[in-house]
């Protein structure tokens, strides 16, 4: 069986070069997602031991549809570290990156610890500022595609995000599981949501994310960010034509790259 730190390897090897690589699962059967997720942290740790800060969280197959299609029954997570925040209303260097793919987001500035266990109601206490977001993933393996421990170890497909101007209290906003989002590629619709595709509830999400950290030992802090699922499916991010994700009460963000 393959070990995390050679998994690990693997994938910081693949961003810096920018070169997709086969998932693990092909020649290894069977990975365990506690393998998986201590892949991820030897992935994420080299970033930290390059002078990145460790910034927030981010969650993934939070909507049951994607959770089914997976087969499974939980979300995961990642981590958001300084050099993945892309600057608003700038172009993305898809130099950078290997095949980037968009998915607008509702997301999270934590003003306070969320201490287990979490709620819906706990979490928007805690929270300073919800903002629109888009999610640029970035799969470093090819054609992305990928088991569930691949793709945990792979941080979760993290690759950049780039938050909106905008930002909210809580209770400046509607119910955050009737909060709107339009996605648009090149001006033309491309998929409908609402907040309550993540989990019913955003802040659900969020909820979850900190109980599963506080099982081992870890939690989300104050001043964390956290992205709390895709409200639609992902869609390319190529050069030339913009993805923009407009949000009920905060605004627009579009992305695009040079």
Not at 113 to 142: C, G
Not at 157 to 178: H, I, T
Request: with cysteine.
């Amino acid at each position: 069986m393959i070990e995390a730190k050679d998994m690990a390897s693997q994938l910081i090897a693949a961003e810096a070069e920018r070169a997709a690589i086969p998932p693990f699962s092909d020649s290894h059967a069977g990975i365990d997602t506690d393998t998986a997720y201590a892949a991820q942290w030897e992935f994420v740790q080299s970033k930290l031991d390059a002078g990145e800060q460790l910034t927030g969280a981010k969650l993934g197959l939070t909507s049951r549809a994607k959770q089914e299609a997976m087969n499974v029954a939980e979300p995961l997570y990642g981590w958001i570290t300084s050099g993945m925040i892309a600057g608003y209303d700038a172009p993305v260097d898809r130099s950078s990156l290997i095949h980037p793919r968009a998915e607008p987001e509702i997301a999270f500035l934590l003003g306070r610890d969320v201490a287990a266990p979490a709620t819906v109601t706990s979490v928007l206490a805690a929270t300073d500022a919800i903002f629109a977001a888009v999610d640029i993933l970035d799969s470093r393996y090819h054609d992305f595609r990928f088991t569930l421990p691949d793709v945990i170890a792979d941080n979760a497909s993290g690759g950049r995000v780039v938050l909106g101007p905008q930002a909210r209290r809580p209770d400046e906003l509607v119910d955050l599981r009737l909060l709107g989002c339009v996605l648009r590629a090149g001006g033309e619709v491309v998929a409908t949501a609402a907040g309550a595709a993540t989990l019913g509830h955003p802040a659900a999400a969020v909820a979850w994310l900190a109980n599963r950290l506080a099982a081992q030992g870890r939690s989300l802090r104050a001043g964390m960010l956290v992205l709390s699922g895709g409200l639609t499916a992902p869609v390319p991010l190529e050069p030339g034509t913009a993805i923009t994700a407009e949000f009920d009460g905060l605004g627009s963000v579009e992305v695009y790259c040079r």
